[in-house]
């Protein structure tokens, strides 16, 4: 993308899905330890949130910070996080696949 007259213009990667990528593809090692809080603030302020929020949910192991919300790899924060995503994720117009939550819950009864 390019201004008109006033040379090259900061281009805006976009994902398959159409929405801008997040400053989480620039340094994913940070959103994949642990959390701090401008972290979590930038994801909060990003244009992909809600998508991210439905990605999470949708992927077997997603874990790190996704949407502003740290997702543990196991144990009872994780069912809370991702149902914490799933919501987020709805109430802004993006519908969960339900089959793959159930992909998810069999992994962690095993």
């Given at each position: ?7 090259p ?60 919300i ?11 996080a ?29």
């Amino acid at each position: 993308m390019k201004a008109a007259g006033n040379g090259p213009a900061e281009t805006t990667p976009i994902g398959l899905d159409g929405l801008p990528l997040g400053e989480c593809t620039r340094d994913p090692e940070r959103w994949t330890t642990a959390a701090d809080e401008d972290a979590k603030s930038i994801c909060r302020a990003c244009t992909r949130r809600w998508a991210c929020a439905r990605e999470a949910v949708e992927l077997p192991r997603a874990e790190g910070l996704w949407a502003g919300i740290v997702v543990p790899e196991a144990g009872r924060g994780r069912g809370h996080a991702l149902r914490q995503l799933r919501e987020l994720a709805e109430r802004h117009g993006y519908p969960v696949r339900a089959r793959r939550i159930f992909v998810e819950q069999f992994l962690e009864s095993a």
